[in-house]
């Protein structure tokens, strides 16, 4: 029922009574087939529509409140002319795809991507690999430009909020782009044509699942049983790791062992809620297909979103910040601090890695303030703080 009250929302209607007399729908009050079917198309935020005799995307625009623009952006392969009578469409409707209360949770990514999609041809994705749990985790990709940049979210299960936060940005980007309007200030399309983003907004699925109460009865229950070793962790919001309870930010080939150590000196030597750095370097299907994926798309900077504090990190191990003017904008745009981790927790991490394999930039995000996991209520305001950081990579080189 959270799905089909977040797409009644999207509708503006406040009942489904009121959602079936207003699309002349039969008035059941219940969610269902026909009704279900309706609100699908304010969930994916698009509807499909077949061109009649001597109708014009004017007129679809006219019926639908949205723009040619719009219906060209999210079409591929319409004719020069237009659609030909009895060609079906697909029309946004004028509602986002990805709202501000949005009940998130690692399903609703395929949700956001097929909305996406339709608002914006440019777009494409893939799958990197599907977690012991059975989740996709997906790679987005926009742009031409030969800049190439690589933002991620979601590394932690309690950390959720980074995901949805990625989500929103790359969904504000494609409105930009397809209305050639600016992005944090910089023209849309110039980033588009300067830059090929890649995003990987929920690099954890399992783990956020787990953390917002969701996951299978067996994940659950395994999620119990590793939660003894860490009573101090409240479950299941405190829950960091993935479905097998080996911390993901820990588990990349940068000093791995340091991390191992340190972590076994702090009683953490078994997977677990949080902070196990698992048996071996890149040992978790999440980590190894990141880091592949990485070694091919070769990106030119990283950035990885994690929650909170509202502080970034640029430098490398040694404290070598390879753009620290860049670094320097990113905090003045956003309002938070460049600063280093604690030096016990510079290791083993996306970052650590990729800067000492790569030897380019590579930042952390510690988004927001408070106490993870930051509420829902946040994201409006994560939203303002992060896109001039999300702006200012794809102008920056």
């Known amino acids: 029922m959270r799905w089909t009250d977040y797409a009644l929302k999207k509708t503006g209607a406040r009942t489904l009574a009121e959602f079936q007399r207003s699309y002349g729908l039969p008035e059941t009050g219940e969610a269902d087939l026909v009704t279900s079917r309706a609100l ?51 029309v946004p409707l004028p509602c986002p795809v990805v ?99 890649c995003l990987v907004p929920l690099v954890n699925p399992d783990g956020a699942d787990l953390a917002l109460g969701l996951g299978t009865e067996p994940e659950r229950a395994r999620m119990t049983a590793l939660g003894v070793s860490q009573p101090q962790v409240p479950l299941p919001k405190g829950w960091k790791a993935n479905g097998s309870g080996v911390d993901l930010n820990l588990n990349y080939p940068a000093r791995w062992e340091a991390a191992k150590t340190i972590k076994a000196a702090a009683g953490v030597t078994a997977p677990g809620p949080k902070d196990y750095p698992g048996d071996a370097p890149l040992d978790q299907p999440e980590t190894r297909a990141l880091s592949d994926f990485i070694r091919r798309f070769a990106p030119h900077a990283i950035a990885a979103w994690h929650t909170q504090g509202g502080e970034i990190y640029a430098a490398d191990h040694r404290g070598v910040m390879p753009d620290e003017a860049l670094a320097q904008r990113m905090a003045a745009a956003s309002g938070y601090v460049l600063t280093n981790p604690a030096p016990e927790s510079a290791n083993a991490g996306l970052r650590d890695w990729f800067m000492d394999a790569f030897h380019r930039p590579g930042y952390t995000i510690e988004a927001g303030r408070g106490e993870t996991p930051l509420p829902i209520s946040d994201l409006p305001e994560l939203v303002r703080e992060n896109l001039p950081i999300l702006a200012l990579l794809l102008a920056a080189g």
């Open 40 to 90: 699908w198309d304010y969930l994916v935020g698009y509807r499909c529509h077949r061109m009649g005799p001597r109708e014009t995307l004017y007129q679809v625009a006219q019926t639908y409140n949205t723009t040619i623009q719009a219906i060209w952006a999210g079409n591929c392969g319409l004719p020069a002319g237009g659609p030909v009578p009895g060609q079906i469409i697909r």
């Open 99 to 197: 709202d501000w209360d949005a009940p998130y949770e690692s399903a609703l990514e395929a949700v956001f991507l097929e909305g996406l999609h339709a608002r914006c041809r440019w777009l494409t994705s893939e799958t990197l690999a599907v977690t012991a749990g059975g989740r996709h985790i997906w790679a987005l990709r926009i742009g031409t430009g030969p800049r190439r940049i690589l933002v991620t979210g979601g590394h932690h299960g309690s950390e959720w909020i980074t995901g949805l936060l990625l989500w929103k940005l790359l969904e504000e980007y494609l409105t930009a782009v397809r209305e050639e309007g600016a992005f944090g200030g910089f023209p849309a399309r110039g980033l588009f044509r300067r830059t090929t983003l």
